[in-house]
Nanobody
């Protein structure tokens, strides 16, 4: 079965950096669009960033563009989210997701999800 396992979350001070990873198994990784979503307490799960199977196209939530970078290593079945210049409003559980169809910000298009990793940014 498909498994997505995130790691790298933790506590970081505002302005600092954090790197998240998501290792996938049970799917042909290079054929899937991979994305990161996040969910803050009491809020909807929102799109953060996505990357196409070959890594040639990326898409970002406006508020993270220029601070966060999504990348992937298909040889390692891993997608990354480099978070720089983090802000308290970036505090959330971050989820990795996989979608076979197309690069999209729409949550319901994603077929597979990880269990999430907590990111907390202190001010």
């Amino acid at each position: 079965q498909v498994q997505l396992v995130e790691s790298g979350g933790g506590l970081v001070q505002a302005g600092g950096s954090l790197s998240l990873s998501c290792v996938a198994s049970g799917l042909t990784f290079s054929t899937y669009v991979m994305a990161w979503f996040r969910q803050a307490p009491g809020k909807e799960r929102d799109f953060v960033a996505a990357i196409t199977g070959a890594g040639g196209v990326t898409n970002y939530k406006t508020s993270v563009e220029g601070r966060f970078t999504i990348s992937r290593d298909n040889a390692k079945n891993t997608v990354y989210l480099q978070m720089n210049g983090v802000k308290p409003e970036d505090t959330a559980v971050y989820y990795c997701a996989a979608n076979f169809l197309s690069i999209t910000t729409i949550r319901d298009y994603y077929n597979y999800w990880g269990q999430g990793t907590q990111v907390t940014v202190s001010s």
